[in-house]
């Protein structure tokens, strides 16, 4: 199916020098709160999902994410001098442990881009909670170098990957991804990750209403009873060089009745708390569900809001703590963790930072303006990661 050309603007603006001028870490250094694993916001929600962009590159155009007509061939990106070491990195992971977080997310931008990433896994994969307990330790690529790094992932201390991938038809994937980058290549980075046992793998869809909603049906069959959870996502409003309109969005109760209709599907339990993915398991005759078949997922970012557990922060790739992924305002981290006299202050940064915490976007966003646009200019998603 041919995306739509519609007409629309650009905005050309720099989100990372708003994001740095952003207030370093507003707390009081002289009061300190304990870490003590237990740390919610201001709307009870705990700390528990840390997403890490290591970089701001990406080898991909999705216009959804980083279209050509922004990210052109002058884009400048940040110097290598702006972005967190793995050792910075470590640091900031390890107060956000001390707080309670169990899972981090390590992506970009497309993060096997950044050079010897796999250093980085091995530090954070040493990490304990307070009660001793391993991380959940994940990454999320377009899946174009899979093929080649699955294996040293996986010895590195990488659990699992989940793999971004639009559509199953080549000319569908190679118009999507813009670069003409052919679909066979991710889906044997997704076979690569499954035999080095980076395992259970996820598949994310972004659907885009008029581009790419012609392959649900196709891949929801592919991977129906394959052990990979697919999930599909609506195409989100966040920043604004994607010129996302509302007529773009394909709702997720429409993508779940179009599946229904040809391969029976029964809903299910979140499997924990904080769950972004609303779960569908694909039926047997007895209309039960049949673990063999697997289950699919649906991500509800636009039509259905999900702030009131939201359980998860995210830090740039230069050091700014963001405190949801529609934010237009970070926190400067950078500062504190290359300060060696205030690195002993980062536990409790993060700690007033998050108590401070109230975002809750996706239940607000009737407050966007007439035409569409954001109220506030937000952080781009290729600057903060998905």
């Not at 990454?139 to 971004?164: D, E, F, I, Y």
């Not at 793998?201 to 990979?228: C, D, W, Y």
């Not at 195409?235 to 993508?255: C, F, H, K, Q």
């Amino acid at each position: 199916m041919t995306e739509r050309h519609t007409p629309r603007v650009v905005p050309l603006v720099d989100q990372r020098s708003a994001a740095l001028h952003s207030p370093a870490a507003a707390f009081d250094s002289g009061t300190r709160i304990a870490a003590t694993g237990l740390l919610t916001d201001q709307r009870a929600r705990p700390l528990r999902d840390l997403r890490i962009s290591v970089t701001d590159r990406c080898n991909f155009r999705c216009s959804y994410c980083m279209p050509k007509e922004v990210f052109d061939k002058d884009h400048l990106y940040l110097p290598h001098s702006a972005l967190l070491s793995f050792e910075e990195i470590t640091s900031i992971a390890k107060a956000f442990v001390a707080h309670g977080v169990q899972k981090i997310r390590l992506t970009g931008g497309e993060p096997l881009l950044r050079k010897n990433i796999e250093s980085l896994i091995a530090q954070l994969a040493t990490l304990r909670t307070p009660e001793g307990q391993a991380l959940d330790l994940t990454l999320t690529t377009n899946g174009s170098l899979l093929a080649r790094k699955a294996s040293a992932l996986k010895a590195a201390g990488l659990q699992r990957v989940t793999v971004s991938l639009d559509g199953l038809d080549d000319a569908v994937f190679r118009s999507m991804n813009d670069v003409d980058f052919p679909v066979a290549e991710v889906l044997a980075g997704i076979e690569a990750a499954r035999e080095a046992g980076l395992g259970p793998i996820k598949v994310n869809m972004v659907v885009k209403r008029g581009t790419n909603e012609s392959q649900i049906l196709p891949m929801a069959r592919h991977f129906r009873g394959s052990g990979i959870v697919l999930r599909f996502i609506e195409y989100m409003d966040v920043g604004a060089s994607n010129g996302w309109r509302m007529d773009d969005v394909l709702p997720s109760r429409e993508i779940i009745q179009r599946i229904h209709a040809e391969l029976p599907l029964v809903q299910l339990d979140p499997s924990q708390p904080g769950e972004t993915a609303e779960r569908w398991g694909y039926a047997n005759a007895a209309g039960k569900h049949d673990k063999a078949l697997g289950e699919i997922g649906v991500i509800s970012s636009v039509t259905q809001a999900f702030c009131g557990d939201c359980n998860r922060a995210r830090l740039s790739t230069e050091g700014q703590l963001y405190l949801c992924l529609f934010a237009s305002q970070g926190y400067d981290l950078r500062t504190l963790v290359r300060d060696p006299v205030r690195q002993a202050d980062l536990e409790s940064a993060v700690a007033h930072i998050w108590q401070g915490r109230k975002d809750n976007y996706s239940e607000s966003r009737s407050a966007l303006s007439d035409d569409g646009a954001p109220a506030q200019r937000r952080v781009e998603m290729s600057y903060i990661g998905g």
